[in-house]
């Protein structure tokens, strides 16, 4: 896949308020739904599984830490 020149703008959120704004200068076109996004502890778009329910569906355990590497893949 070839990658998105303009790449993104993010925003890191956590319980609802902003802790944090970046660029990524190169994303993947198309690749990801464009009404998805990366939740944690909560799925606002569709479940990855019937396993759970579409709405009220957060994590109502302790998250102690999460991780998320941005290197290339080599």
């Known amino acids: 896949m070839s ?4 790449g993104a703008r993010v925003t890191l959120v ?3 308020v902003p802790v944090g704004r970046g660029h990524v200068p190169a994303t993947t ?6 009404d998805e996004t990366f939740n944690v502890g ?17 994590f ?9 590497d941005l290197a290339p893949l080599d």
Do not use: E, I, K
């Not at 076109?29 to 464009?34: I, V």
């Open 42 to 58: 909560v799925d606002r778009g569709t479940p990855v599984t019937d396993d759970y329910p579409a709405v009220r569906n957060a």
């Open 14 to 16: 956590v319980d609802g």
């Open 29 to 34: 076109a198309y690749y990801f739904s464009f």
């Open 60 to 68: 109502t355990g302790t998250l102690h830490g999460v991780r998320v």
């Open 3 to 6: 990658p998105c020149r303009d």
